[in-house]
C-alpha cells in the first residue's frame, strides 16, 4: 500500500552501518529524511550519497536527520562509504539500512512496478526506485519524491523542500513556486482577510485568494 502525506511513516527494527536501530526512536523530536538507493557500489548512487554527505552540516542545522536505505548489507556499505568519500571529500556519517531482506523496501512500496521478487531474483529484479521521505517529529511523513533508477536526485531541491515544510508547519501559510529561504509566502485559505491581519498584520493581495505576506520568523 502506497505510503500518502500526513501518514504515520511505518516503524521498524533493522540492522545498519550505525548497528542495530528503531526506526521512530532513532528520529526522536528530530525531522528525518529517509531515502533509498537500487544498490551499493554503482555510479549514480555514489554520487547521491556524495552530496548528502557534503551537505550533512545544513541538515543538522535544521534539526534533520539523514538516513539511507540499500538493498545489500551492512559489510558492503561500510566498503562503500570508503567510496563516497573518495568522490565528494566528505564522510558520509549518516546510517545506511541493510536492506538485503527487503523488509523496509516493501515496508515503504519502495520497489518499481515491475519488481521480481521470487527466489532467484538478482539485484536488478529487486532494485528499490529513489524515494525521499521527509518525517516529522510526530513521525507523520511531509513529503514524498520518487525517481527512477536513471534519474539523480537533486540534494539542494531535497535541502529546499525541507525548509519550505519546516516553515510551514504547523503555520497557516504555504509557499509559492521556487519559493527559497527568506522570500514571501502565501496566507492560506482558512484565514478570511480579517483573520489574516490579525495573525499577520499586512498583506499584500496579488488577487484576492493570492495573500502574500513577509516569512513569519525571518
Not at 156 to 174: F, M
Request: glycine share 6%; with cysteine.
Amino acid at each position: 500500500m502506497a505510503i500518502r502525506i500526513n501518514d504515520t511513516a511505518p516503524d521498524f527494527t533493522a540492522d545498519s552501518t550505525a548497528g542495530e536501530l528503531k526506526f521512530h526512536e532513532w528520529i526522536g523530536d528530530n525531522y528525518a529524511i529517509l531515502f533509498s538507493h537500487p544498490k551499493d557500489f554503482t555510479p549514480v548512487c555514489t554520487t547521491e550519497f556524495g552530496a548528502a554527505a557534503k551537505l550533512s552540516d545544513e541538515f543538522t542545522k535544521r534539526n534533520t536527520k539523514l538516513i539511507g536505505v540499500s538493498v545489500d548489507s551492512v559489510d558492503d556499505h561500510v566498503k562503500w562509504k570508503q567510496d563516497i568519500e573518495t568522490f565528494a571529500g566528505a564522510p558520509a556519517d549518516f546510517p545506511i539500512i541493510d536492506d538485503s531482506s527487503l523488509e523496509v523496501s516493501k515496508l515503504y512500496d519502495m520497489l518499481p512496478a515491475d519488481a521480481y521478487l521470487p527466489d532467484g531474483r538478482t539485484a536488478a529484479d529487486t532494485a528499490t526506485v529513489r524515494t525521499v521521505f521527509i518525517i516529522g517529529p510526530d513521525k507523520k511523513v511531509r513529503l514524498t519524491m520518487s525517481y527512477p533508477m536513471s534519474v539523480g536526485r537533486n540534494f539542494g531541491e531535497i535541502l529546499r523542500a525541507l525548509d519550505a515544510v519546516q516553515a510551514t508547519d504547523g503555520v497557516p501559510i504555504a509557499t509559492p513556486a521556487d519559493w527559497e529561504p527568506g522570500q514571501n509566502v502565501i496566507v492560506a485559505l482558512t484565514l478570511d482577510d480579517e483573520q489574516a491581519r490579525e495573525k499577520f498584520g499586512t498583506f499584500h493581495a496579488k488577487i484576492p485568494y493570492l495573500r502574500f505576506i513577509e516569512e513569519p520568523n525571518k
